[in-house]
């Protein structure tokens, strides 16, 4: 046994796995991450990845299925921390909620490991539909779910969204576009800012 | 002498125009317009759009210099009318701003005419480092700074962009990423929670 343990996708049913397989699946995904990362959806190969990985193709798909399925793989393994975190946000009272999740997803793109896979899923998903289901699928239902089910008010689905929507415009403009001042400026300044935004898209009447 | 005058972009001096000149210099900007539209930044070559446009790319070199300042004159032509709208969003009281700002952002998108052109410059902008300085140009220079202009309070940029941060995340969810219910709610339910939300970027203390 490696230390290496195999991740699955959550709901994704387990596998039986031979002696060999978690190091293998493992080195896969990492090869899938750094593939995606560099070269984005569209241009990335699974033939590239197995290359990377030294194994056939044909194992890259007999873990994973499909491209957008070793993708889909790759985000969650990157983002395995990042979709835990929502019970952070959760923890702690409505009123603070704004904040939580403004500190959690600034947190996310500040840190430079999270932050290289997170560029390379946005450009995926804003170039290729593919990628922009997955990333549907996972922000959706992963992370916005979840606060959407504290929010027991009305339209707290699209709460949810417009609020998502100032912390993925300012993440756009701060570490992609890369516009000034907001590029540069301190993050507590932007907090202050944005947290009553997103608290009150959650929770104002 | 035809209809087509020719177009320059704002700052950029003159230029003796042959007869002949408007004409061909249109066509390839309309030329270069598809090419980018289609393609993208990346994708696209100098090389492509002087082929549709039917001359040789010496030619667009000539008129326009290199990719990056056609893609800057493309997209000074697609956005011509948004970039001279800001006047209608001085127009008026300032505690109006911020929904005047919001539908005239939402405008652009809605229309089909001018959002295909816009998608391009936001993938090309996601994913290439020269098209996001005309993006950052372009916005920042001329859109944003007649906002701040009327602001007259302290941290008036990172107000100016938070607010459009705000528009454009709610763009990136509704119109590239899709993600529901917000990409198919009324335009009316959405500008009724981001207005003031532009608003209270601009001008609350």
Known sequence: MTDATPRRGRGRPSRTQTQAAPATRDQILEAARAE?????????????????????????????GTKEQVFEAAIEVAFAPALAAPAAIEDGPLEGVGERLTRFVFGVWENPATRTPLLAIVRSAVNNEAAAAVFRRLVAAQLL??????????????????????????????YVIKIEPLASADLERIVARVAPVVQGHLTNP
Chains 1, 2 share one sequence.
């Open 145 to 174: 779910r979840r606060i959407v089910q504290q929010l027991d008010l009305p339209d707290a689905e699209l709460r949810a969204e417009l609020a998502a929507a100032q912390l993925v415009g300012v993440a756009m403009l701060r």
């Open 36 to 64: 995606f990362s560099e070269r984005g959806y569209e241009k990335a190969s699974v033939r590239g990845i197995a290359k990377a990985a030294g194994v056939d193709s044909a194992l890259v798909h007999h873990y994973f």
